[in-house]
Each structure stands twice: as structure tokens, then as C-alpha cells.
């Protein structure tokens, strides 16, 4: 029996399902490792409920892109940290990680809360994430560069528990700002505008 136990788990089968059982176990445990000390406020998500849907089918035209997550609120206030945290990763698109660090957080009630701060290393910007009731609407602007671009960025709860993070497209603001700054006339000044009603010359009679 020792001898047919011991063909067996020499047998190349045996061998390579072990193989694949320790390679799938490791995967199985980085990834809840990963998950466990992932510090980013959301996990991404392609899932969205109808419900949603048909919200997001309403014409946006000033956002640039967006795309759905899963908020981790316990990266902005925990047990650990009922003052709120001191660092938030900003996990905003796969080209956009930002590193939020606090300024204060001001408390309505223990549901209730706006976290300030700002983008380290970035010349200027601003953060501002309001939560209600497990849901959290934000604002974020960055600009990197003297006479550089301002991102702006939106946090948005959306029914079905999810959250949409956008993009917003400045252009459109602006091409707006340009329109609306445009005068509907163009006023004519001629020289004679200070000049008396009867400007007639004196003939000297």
C-alpha cells in the first residue's frame, strides 16, 4: 500500500494538480492581501445597475469621462481615525492617482462630515469630500504647473449604492465664459457726443 500511495502522488497528473493548487492558493492570498492593505478610496466596478443607467443616460456634456467604484469610507474616517484620516489615495482613473492630505474635517453629526485638503505636491488644488449618510460627494482641483491647466474632478453618489467619479471638460466652461462675456452691441462713439444739443455755429447777428 506504501508503495501504490507513493506511485500515486509521483504520478505526473498528481504532480501538476499540485502545482496548479499552490499556484491558484498564492494567487487566492496576494490578492486578499492586496485588498487588505490597499489604502485607495475605491475599487473600480463595469457593473451598474439599471437604476443608475437610466440616471447616467441624461446628457453630461461637460464631462470629459467617468467611470463607477465602490467607496471604501474607512479611508476617510475610521475607528483608527475618527478625526479623520491623515492621507486619502485618491485612486480617481488607472492614469490618475492622487495623494489627498488633510486640513481639517468638520463634523455635523457622526454620519455627517466634510473632510478639507489638499493634492501634496501639487502648486495648487483643493479637496473637499462631503459625506451623508455613507455617501460622499466631492470636488477636487488640481493645477501642477505655473499658468498651467486646473483639473477638476467630481465624486457623485448614483442609486444602487455605487459612485461616479468624473472628469470635467474645462472647454466647455470656458467656451460658455466667452460666449456670455461678448457684448450684444458694439456702442458707436462719435466726437460729437459731448457736444450741446444746438450745436449749431454762432453767425454773430
Do not use: C
Request: charged share 15%.
Amino acid at each position: 500500500m506504501k508503495n501504490l500511495a507513493s506511485l500515486r502522488l509521483n504520478h505526473p497528473w498528481i504532480k501538476a494538480s499540485n502545482i496548479l493548487f499552490i499556484i491558484n492558493w498564492l494567487f487566492i492570498n496576494i490578492a486578499l492581501a492586496n485588498n487588505l492593505t490597499s489604502n485607495n478610496l475605491f475599487t473600480w466596478t463595469t457593473t451598474i445597475p439599471d437604476i443608475a443607467l437610466q440616471q447616467l443616460s441624461l446628457p453630461q456634456q461637460e464631462i470629459k469621462r467617468s467611470h463607477f467604484g465602490h467607496l471604501h469610507l474607512d479611508q476617510i474616517v475610521s475607528i483608527s481615525s475618527p478625526d479623520g484620516a491623515e492621507q486619502i489615495t485618491l485612486n480617481l482613473f488607472s492614469d490618475v492617482l492622487l495623494t489627498a492630505v488633510k486640513d481639517r474635517l468638520e463634523r455635523r453629526s457622526l454620519t455627517s462630515y466634510s473632510w478639507f485638503g489638499h493634492i501634496a505636491n501639487a502648486l495648487q488644488s483643493q479637496v473637499i469630500l462631503t459625506i451623508e449618510q455613507g455617501g460622499i460627494a466631492g470636488n477636487i482641483t488640481v493645477q501642477n504647473e505655473p499658468y498651467g491647466a486646473v483639473e477638476i474632478y467630481q465624486i457623485r453618489p448614483i442609486p444602487g449604492g455605487l459612485h461616479e467619479i468624473r472628469q470635467i471638460d474645462q472647454s466647455i466652461f470656458q467656451e460658455k465664459d466667452n460666449i456670455e462675456g461678448k457684448p450684444d452691441y458694439i456702442p458707436v462713439i462719435t466726437h460729437d457726443v459731448d457736444l450741446p444739443p444746438n450745436n449749431q455755429a454762432d453767425d454773430g447777428s
